[in-house]
């Protein structure tokens, strides 16, 4: 890495903190460790963190609460939470509040450092894409700006998580293409693997609900059954 990325870890088990700093800190990233909630969120409002690694279960200020304080930051960065909480809700609720990924304790802190790293790569990616090809995607209805990473229907400013923008994005970019669920998880997320498509599902039905008139009969993220999704422009025919 040409610039040491800095990475804020939440977390008040002392022993997965001190894991997760020494892994971070060997892989190159400068690392600040919070071990309240409190704490964590006023290191959050210094700013210029590259990342953010959180718990849900923290003293005095839910992990929920810190993401969604997270994403309101005009500063795009990476999230990845991690849970004893295993169950779906949990994992909804925090994908749904702008997490980029969502992994569960007891985990494999090689595994939690190449998934970041992965999500680093996307953003980069994202990123040469932009600078390539930073042109507004205009459909019938539907504006897309890669630039100001705002969407807007009908004259009417979307309400995005980033993620959900990237994948919007991506299939602006890509009218009538058929994609997989895993396909998405490469292009749109980085990941290199199968076993998270729940995160594709989750999202999917999540923009479905913020573009489409009745998100039960999607008319524009449609299900190509035993294939995966594909996008149609407003105004085309599937």
Known sequence: ??????VLVIEDDPHIARLLQLHLRNAGYETTLATEGAR???????????????DLMLPEIDGLEICRQARTQARYMPIIIVSA????TERIQGLNLGADDYV???????????????LF?????????????AGVLHFSGLSVDPLSRQATQHEQL?????????????FARHPGEIFSRLDLLIQ???????????????????????????SSQPQLIV????????????????
Do not use: C
């Open 121 to 133: 790569r996307r953003q980069q990616a994202m990123s040469d894409t932009l600078k390539r090809d």
């Open 85 to 88: 909480r295993s169950g779906e």
């Open 223 to 238: 299900t190509v059954w035993g294939q995966g999704y594909k996008f149609l422009p407003p105004g085309s025919e599937g």
């Open 1 to 6: 890495m040409s610039e040491t990325r800095r």
């Open 40 to 54: 964590g969120v006023q290191l959050l409002n210094r700013g210029g963190w590259d990342a953010l690694i959180l």
């Open 158 to 170: 979307l309400d995005l998580t980033p993620r959900e923008f990237d994948l919007l994005y991506f």
């Open 188 to 214: 749109v997320w980085g990941y290199q693997h199968e076993g998270y498509e729940h995160t594709v599902n989750t999202h999917i039905n999540r923009l479905r609900i913020k573009l489409e008139t009745d």
């Open 104 to 118: 569960t304790k007891p985990f494999s802190a090689p595994e939690l450092l190449a998934r970041l790293n992965a």
